[in-house]
Structure formats: structure tokens, C-alpha cells
């Protein structure tokens, strides 16, 4: 299995970390801080990720990490768990259907569903 330990945005110096997850769930009322990054950097530093190499190269390139890691578990790592074979195109879709769905309640026909009509309009 590849080997990746994304860190925290305050590890990779992009936060000061004023507030801590720990002070959120247990003192959520007691929070005063302030940031002046806007949705368009958040939404940046989200899809960067915490990958440590992505902090000392361009930002452009900073965004290739991510998809060369969906890449490589796709195209093997995600086979070398038990050894067996699985196409790397299938593979992607099942990421890409469970992504859609990560933070619903989807049942497993609607995410199936999602997995068979790519499939079928081949």
C-alpha cells in the first residue's frame, strides 16, 4: 500500500492555528478568530491536500499530487491489497461514485446506479 501522510494546514504553515478541532468539540461557544483567506484559496488548499511536497512546488503543480495518487491506486495499489486484478477504469468510477455521494445519505442503488450508466452508454 503507498505510503502517504497528508499533514494539517498549520503543519504545512498555511494556518495559524488559533482554533484546534479539540477546542471546537468541546468549547464551540468560546471560539474568536478570524482569517482574511478567501473561498478561493480555501478551496485551493482543499484540493492540494496536505501532501508535504505540494508546499515547495508551484501551485499548478501542487494540484497534479492528488490525481497521481487517485492515478496510482487505481491503476494497481488498489489490487495489490489481495492480489487481485481489477480494471483501473472501473476502479475510478466506484471513487467517483462514492465521492459524489461522501456526505449524503445515498442508498446503494443510487450509488450503483451512478456506476452503472457510464458503463452502459459504452
Known amino acids: ?14 494556518s495559524t492555528g488559533e482554533v484546534s478541532l479539540a477546542h471546537m468539540l468541546t468549547a464551540p461557544d468560546d471560539i474568536f478568530a ?15 491536500g496536505g501532501w ?14 492528488p490525481f497521481d495518487y487517485v492515478r496510482a491506486i487505481c ?4 489490487s495489490r ?6 480494471d ?7 471513487l ?4 459524489r455521494h461522501i456526505s449524503t445519505t445515498a442508498t446503494y442503488n443510487t450509488v450503483s ?3 452503472i450508466q457510464p458503463i452502459a452508454a459504452e
Do not use: F, H, N, Q
Open 75 to 78: 491503476d494497481g495499489e488498489v
Open 96 to 99: 467517483k461514485a462514492y465521492a
Open 113 to 115: 446506479t451512478g456506476l
Open 34 to 48: 478570524g482569517s482574511d483567506t478567501d473561498v478561493e484559496d480555501i478551496a485551493w488548499l482543499c484540493c492540494r
Open 52 to 65: 508535504p511536497r505540494g508546499v515547495c512546488i508551484g501551485v499548478d503543480a501542487s494540484l497534479e499530487i
Open 81 to 86: 491489497v489481495d492480489g487481485v486484478k481489477r
Open 1 to 14: 500500500m503507498l505510503d502517504r501522510r497528508p499533514m494539517s494546514l498549520y503543519e504545512l504553515r498555511d
Open 88 to 94: 483501473p477504469r472501473l476502479v475510478r468510477l466506484v
